[in-house]
């Protein structure tokens, strides 16, 4: 499922139905999506080519920062509040920040090549515009939700 049209800030109109997402659960949200792809890899591309040496150490923080992004995003979908959500894909925001300085550290001490630095830089970017993308409709999405509210008297 396509959630923003060609990574705009609009949404994909066949996907809103009356002002909603139809979402099954956190697996079809493209931000989880980018954020899996990063994962996927670092792990299948990036540990690989850390030395033993630094495999435990370099290696074991950057897979754990990148598995973060994506349990955050699933954590925050799972509050079922547009707040809690927003909150754990902030967090999810952060991860990917950290994945992208433990690139930058791996490219900076000659463990990976300018190839797989720049991969992973634009996964994480693609990673970074998604969720600002869904973190901007939670935003959007509480506002409406809060204008729906009748007024206290």
């Known amino acids: ?9 609009e949404p994909d109109p066949q996907v809103v139905a009356e002002g909603e997402f139809a979402l099954r659960n956190f ?20 540990v690989p080519e850390i030395p033993n040496d630094e495999r435990y150490r370099l290696g074991d923080q950057i897979l754990r ?28 925001r952060g991860s990917c920040a950290e994945v992208l300085d433990h690139l930058i550290t791996a490219f900076d001490e000659g463990l990976i090549n300018d190839d797989l630095y720049s991969e992973g830089q634009k996964l994480v970017e693609r990673a970074l ?3 600002n993308g869904y973190i901007r409709y939670l935003r959007q ?9 009748p007024a206290h008297e």
């Open 27 to 46: 697996q079809d949200l493209d931000c989880w999506k980018a954020c899996r792809e990063l994962r996927l890899f670092v792990a299948r591309k990036i």
């Open 1 to 9: 499922m396509q959630f923003y049209r060609n990574d705009t800030d």
């Open 141 to 149: 999405a509480r506002t409406r939700t809060d204008e729906k509210r």
């Open 129 to 131: 515009k998604v969720l």
């Open 65 to 92: 920062a990148a598995r973060s992004a994506t349990a955050n995003i699933a954590e925050g979908h799972g509050r079922f509040h547009y707040l809690d959500n927003a909150k754990f894909c902030r967090n999810a």
